[in-house]
């Protein structure tokens, strides 16, 4: 049984004779108890309390409040907005690493002191830190977004986030802050020489990304429901990916390459995930067993782990699935590539068989204005090059 959200109570001082509502650890009298005059004052208390995360703004100047207690009440709100599907996004984490500056530099000052010069300090630490450039623009824009949020709940004056936004942005050759290398394709002779040492279920999910073009996020949640399998090319609709909550469809397009890579993985249970880590752990140990030599002694009253130290998924996550490569390629004794890599490996090989029009088309690049018309078109093409190369 799902509980109720905890609501403070509207209570009796009874030294006073007043109302009192305690919220943040803090009491606030509302006037004389039942009152039509304290009533109100409860029921706008505690709908400013919820519109603000459960936080209690300390004063409309914003002097009373830190950037500690700032930042503690953004994370309530970061906690609630950055979910996909019940599973916290990837941006919480480069949220807590672009406050982790501010934080370490300010979090005892006042929120209503935080001024352009600040966020350019902490923009030093983080070229100080060696991040390259446009990660450090990205990360300041997400300390601006803390800001707009505590002006938009009054815990911070408006003035402060209308002064963050005088900062521009890094401009390259014009900073000390390194550039990031440009993403290059996968070379061709790296991508085979990890299979003997990776699962038959990560290499189909690299071969798959190698022809598709899709994301590791799409291809790790790939599911039987998910498939349309009717006509000569199949089609993936994945139940959740990157543009979704802009309102745009994604379908990736399989030919019969791609087809004959997922067969074996095919399930009864349509809600299935294809690549399941515990299947290839329930086949790793099979094997290992099918080699063994020497017989099994079998130990009487033997009890199985309670708190076993590794839990496998029902599917691999964008990190396992990474690390899984990882391994296979440091096993191999190559450069490293990272599965994204494969994704532009994709692009490369159909803009050079179809034109660049074809490979937005393949990366789900469609811009949200085109017309019904052109996304028919676009489809049609998609689906004859995967049925010539997928």
């Avoid at 004056?157 to 394709?185: C, M, N, W, Y």
């Avoid at 009487?300 to 690390?323: A, C, D, F």
């Avoid at 490369?348 to 393949?362: D, K, S, V």
Wanted: hydrophobic letters at 35%.
């Amino acid at each position: 049984m799902r509980r109720k959200p905890f609501v403070p109570k509207y209570r009796k001082h009874k030294a006073s004779g007043q109302a009192v509502v305690t919220l943040a650890g803090r009491d606030y009298y509302l006037g004389p108890h039942n009152s039509q005059t304290s009533i109100a004052e409860y029921d706008r208390l505690i709908a400013e309390w919820l519109a603000g995360g459960r936080q209690i703004r300390q004063g409309s100047d914003g002097e009373s409040f830190t950037v500690n207690e700032l930042i503690v009440a953004f994370w309530a709100h970061v906690e609630q907005h950055y979910v996909k599907n019940g599973e916290p996004t990837s941006e919480r984490h480069c949220m807590r690493s672009a406050l982790r500056f501010v934080r370490e530099l300010y979090g005892n000052s006042q929120a209503g002191d935080f001024a352009p010069l600040a966020l350019k300090a902490c923009r030093q630490k983080m070229i100080d830190a060696d991040w390259e450039r446009n990660s450090i623009n990205t990360h300041v824009g997400r300390i601006r977004r803390m800001f707009k949020w505590g002006a938009e709940n009054e815990f911070v004056p408006a003035a402060i986030f209308h002064a963050l936004q005088a900062v521009s942005g890094l401009q390259k050759g014009r900073t000390d802050a390194k550039e990031s290398a440009p993403i290059t394709p996968v070379p061709e002779e790296y991508v085979p020489a990890i299979q003997p040492y990776v699962s038959p279920q990560v290499w189909a999910m690299v071969q798959l990304q190698q022809l598709t073009g899709m994301r590791s996020g799409e291809v790790t949640r790939m599911r039987g429901a998910d498939l349309v399998m009717t006509g000569s090319v199949w089609i993936y609709q994945p139940q959740s990916h990157k543009t979704e909550h802009h309102q745009r469809e994604r379908e990736i397009f399989l030919g019969p390459q791609a087809q004959e890579i997922i067969r074996p993985f095919l399930k009864r249970d349509l809600s299935a995930y294809l690549f399941s880590p515990r299947d290839a752990e329930a086949k790793r140990v099979a094997n290992l067993r099918k080699r063994r030599k020497t017989p099994r002694r079998k130990r009487e009253n033997r009890l199985p782990k309670t708190r076993p130290k590794r839990v496998r998924g029902k599917r691999y996550t964008t990190n396992s699935y990474r690390r899984a490569i990882v391994r296979g390629i440091e096993k191999a004794g190559i450069p490293r590539w990272s599965p994204h890599r494969l994704r532009h490996s994709a692009a490369t090989t159909a803009r050079r068989n179809g034109g660049l029009e074809l490979a937005q088309i393949l990366l789900g690049h469609s811009k949200a204005d085109v017309t019904q018309l052109y996304a028919e078109q676009d489809r049609g093409k998609g689906i004859a090059y995967a049925a010539q190369y997928g």
